[in-house]
């Protein structure tokens, strides 16, 4: 992220917003250049002190099942069964209630090839390789890259139906403190994981709202 905003020629103007993985090196590049970056943000992914302290108990475990299933390569042939009926499965979990109708083909158009199906799956068998997952080495480097408090003015957005990281009103309420001395948080009603096609205007409306301050 670092680089593509010096790439594009990104000034002290630059904003970013991100989703998911996205969000996850989104706390990192706040730290690596804490005076690149306007404002942040970040949607869906709370902050390690909070992610870390769920992790290993078991409703956590159960939901983020595909992190240890994708260390098996049977996963590549498993995923594209029945036209990938497995990402049906983890939308409907992660955004219940939404018609994603529209979106599965598309999402699994960006698989069909196994280049990029094995692409997508190696991200997890790099970050979760269970050789070096949650050694000390690791924990080091991961609480040094998106574990401390983040500088910039941020907003936190995530949704009231996240089937992924479900957080009621009380939790999210502590994510600001979590985050750093400059954030805040919202919750989008009756979207999930996926809010940024489900209710896009909406979650727009908050990012610029946030932006023209």
């Not at 991100?18 to 706040?30: L, N, P, Q, R």
């Not at 196994?114 to 050694?135: E, H, I, K, S, V």
């Not at 994510?175 to 809010?195: K, N, S």
Request: glycine share 6%; with cysteine; proline share 7%.
């Amino acid at each position: 992220m670092a680089a593509l905003r010096k790439a594009l020629g990104g000034d002290d103007k630059a904003v970013l917003i991100a989703h998911d993985w996205g969000a996850v090196a989104t706390y990192g590049a706040a730290q690596l250049e804490p005076n690149a970056w306007r404002r942040i943000v970040i949607i869906n992914i709370p902050p390690l002190a909070y992610d870390g302290s769920v992790m290993f108990q078991y409703p956590a475990i159960k939901r983020e099942f595909y992190w240890w299933f994708f260390q098996m390569r049977v996963s590549n042939d498993a995923v594209r069964l029945d036209d990938f009926k497995f990402i049906d499965g983890i939308w409907a979990d992660w955004s219940p209630g939404y018609d994603a109708r529209d979106d599965l083909p598309r999402a699994k158009d960006c698989v069909r090839h196994p280049d990029n199906l094995d692409a997508a799956l190696g991200y997890y068998r790099t970050f979760f390789d269970p050789q070096r997952f949650m050694t000390p080495e690791m924990i080091a480097e991961q609480s040094e890259t998106w574990g401390k408090p983040i500088t910039q003015e941020v907003l936190y957005l995530h949704g009231s139906q996240d089937g992924l990281f479900p957080l009621d009103k009380e939790t999210l309420e502590r994510m600001p403190a979590m985050i750093g001395p400059r954030a805040e948080a919202a919750m989008i009603d009756g979207v999930g994981h996926f809010m940024l096609v489900e209710k896009p205007d909406v979650v727009n409306k908050h990012i610029l709202d946030f932006l023209a301050r």
